[in-house]
């Protein structure tokens, strides 16, 4: 299998949420069968349809064999390594990993919805998004940079340039 372009979202809003991300963004590019070969700035922002503290919001390209269940089951691993618990919907985390694009593909079964279904109007992945590949074409969805001019910035502060 060639390699595919995936991008993942990172988000934390419990315990040292800044942190967390940070970890978590080494941990991705351990996965086997997988190069990180971008990582944006941190952002924070507040939750949207949740509770809680300001969350710590990322995003990652990953160039990846692993087809995206497996990257899925991956992913579900570091979640539960940072104590991801899932007691209702939108409930506080420790960590958040969410496969948001994988290449051009469009899943859509009982365990995996890719391209991310809410992330065309949330600005704290669409600008991490539009900072590692300005150009991307989400598939079904458009332009990352048409995206992010329609929802704004919805106050997002950007924390660091290196993470």
Request: net charge negative; with cysteine; charged share 20%.
């Amino acid at each position: 299998m060639s390699p595919v372009s995936a991008y993942v979202g990172l988000g934390a809003n419990l315990g040292d949420a800044a942190h967390s991300v940070r970890i978590a963004i080494d941990l991705l590019g351990q996965l086997p069968q997988t190069i990180l070969s971008a990582c944006s700035s941190l952002y924070r922002s507040a939750p949207i349809d949740a509770t809680g503290d300001d969350f710590v919001n990322a995003a990652v390209k990953l160039e990846t064999q692993l087809d995206a269940h497996q990257l899925l089951v991956e992913l579900q691993r570091i979640e539960h390594h940072f104590g991801r618990e899932r007691p209702f919907r939108n409930a506080p985390r420790t960590l958040d990993l969410d496969l948001l694009v994988f290449g051009k593909e469009t899943i859509c079964d009982s365990t995996l919805e890719v391209p991310h279904p809410r992330m065309g109007s949330r600005a704290f992945v669409l600008l991490p998004l539009h900072e590692l590949t300005p150009d991307l074409e989400i598939p079904g969805l458009g332009p990352v940079e048409q995206l992010l001019a329609v929802v704004g910035d919805q106050a997002i502060e950007k924390l660091d340039a290196d993470r």
